[in-house]
């Protein structure tokens, strides 16, 4: 397992993948450990979480530039990354044990009410592409229900791992509370398998996902899963095209476009499309590339040469089947796995560019005839994670949302997570939810007790 840096592929670390006996001594640890856990007060866990809060914000340079170096987003992108790391730890600290109250029901018994009680050690299977704030997804609801957790985090951003460790342990979280496994994704099934692990949670690739619900279903253990998006992104023939074209170049291209909630198909009334498509264009090549590392730069490089290979093929694929190159299309010629920011016009069903994901800076423009066809597009996708309608008529931009099939909808807004709202998509984009109330209780024991 090798860590390397995108913006020159040069190597930063590599790791030794941990043999099965010391994965199951970890996991052995975590849940004794949790059999601890599970018996503190909500006091003691949120004054924990709150300490981490504050170490992420003291360390947060440190924590960015691991970031940074070892998945390629911008510095910029990776301290905001900790800092809302440091938001969603708060948010349950504060929170957590109102969420999780008992709730009285009315019943024929005197006392009757449902409880809310950790599950145990859950297994967290993350990627890349935002190697803090996905993990931190699972640690703040997770750890303040009572649970423990071990991560398998993707093979290239190793050093992330260590360091969250490391912020736990210093904020005074019990050292086996939540470890992080060393090991290649060959060995999650194993580990899905142990008794001492009771469910599993995932941010990943569709493959990835359909994998692990398929082990975790023969196990008959609790899984949520966050896969693919292909979201689209409506602009309709009344909407602030000034602002609505400047979001779009951002929410396509922010970090390097590998955002599983980023904007990808962008759905264009005819009457508007010209326009819009010389603003975005505009926006797009306005985006500075160039190191990471510096302030300055708004495009970064993309985590992986592979992925830019499978990208580009992506691109020239779409090309040759009809569709138009307005700006970008190619890597670029300096080190690492850079790739411009790319708008293909006249996207067609049928294309790579409509059907599947584009992982990486590539709008998809598709012209439509009016809003009935919008939503006919918008829908017409395996995927269903995230949405974007814009639109001055804020009446009429509620009513699609809500005819929109995905986990969320934003109006006048590009996509973007919050502690306070549930996360999540349907059909191939998965199932559950992480964030919020709904997400909290994902993984816990939600039992009934009446009392004669």
């Excluded at 993948?17 to 199951?24: A, G, H, K, R």
């Excluded at 001492?196 to 996902?209: C, D, F, M």
């Excluded at 619900?213 to 009344?238: N, T």
Aim: aromatic share 6%; charged share 25%; with cysteine.
């Amino acid at each position: 397992m090798k860590s390397i840096n995108p913006a020159n592929n040069e190597l930063i670390k590599e790791y030794t993948e941990y043999t099965p006996e010391q994965v199951q001594s970890i996991i052995d640890d975590v849940d004794l450990e949790w059999k601890s856990w599970k018996n503190t007060s909500f006091e003691e866990r949120a004054k924990l979480m709150r300490k981490a809060a504050d170490i992420l914000i003291e360390e947060r340079d440190e924590c960015a530039s691991i970031i940074t170096s070892e998945m390629g987003k911008v510095i910029a992108e990776s301290r905001a990354e900790v800092e809302k790391c440091a938001l969603v730890c708060r948010h349950y600290a504060d929170n957590g044990e109102k969420i999780l109250k008992d709730e009285i029901i009315e019943t024929n018994y005197p006392k009757s009410f449902v409880s809310f009680e950790p599950i145990g050690t859950v297994l967290v299977v993350m990627p890349w592409n935002f190697p803090f704030w996905q993990v931190f997804r699972f640690i703040a609801p997770g750890l303040m229900a009572g649970n423990a957790g071990v991560l398998k985090h993707a093979s290239n951003v190793m050093g992330c791992a260590v360091k969250i460790e490391e912020v736990l342990i210093k904020a005074g979280f019990p050292k086996n509370l939540f470890r992080s496994l060393l090991i290649g994704s060959s060995k999650v099934a194993d580990i899905i398998r142990n008794p001492k692990i009771k469910a599993v949670t995932l941010t990943g690739s569709e493959p990835a996902g359909s994998k692990v619900a398929e082990l975790a279903g023969k196990e008959l253990k609790k899984s949520v899963l966050e896969l693919g998006g292909s979201d689209p992104y409506v602009v309709l023939e009344d909407a602030d095209l000034e602002q609505c074209a400047k979001t779009a170049a951002t929410a396509r291209n922010f970090n390097a476009g590998q955002v599983c909630i980023a904007a990808k198909r962008f759905i264009i009334v005819e009457s508007v499309a010209e326009k819009f498509q010389e603003l975005q264009k505009k926006a797009t090549e306005a985006l500075v590339i160039g190191d990471p590392m510096d302030d300055k730069t708004q495009l970064a490089p993309m985590s992986r040469p592979d992925l830019l290979d499978e990208l580009h093929e992506q691109v020239e694929k779409s090309i040759a089947m009809g569709a138009t190159l307005v700006t970008g299309g190619q890597k670029l010629d300096r080190p690492g796995n850079y790739y411009a920011p790319t708008i293909l016009a006249d996207v067609k069903k049928g294309m790579p560019a409509y059907d599947d994901e584009t992982f990486g800076p590539v709008a998809a423009n598709i012209i439509v005839k009016d809003e009935t066809e919008a939503l006919e597009v918008a829908n017409d996708t395996p995927f269903g994670l995230g949405a974007s309608v814009w639109t001055k008529d804020l009446e009429r931009g509620e009513r699609l949302a809500r005819q929109i099939e995905t986990g969320m909808v934003f109006v006048n807004s590009m996509v973007l997570s919050s502690p306070a709202m549930p996360f999540g998509g349907v059909k191939r984009s998965g199932y559950g939810r992480e964030l919020s109330e709904v997400g909290m209780k994902e993984f816990v024991n939600i039992k009934s007790i009446c009392i004669q």
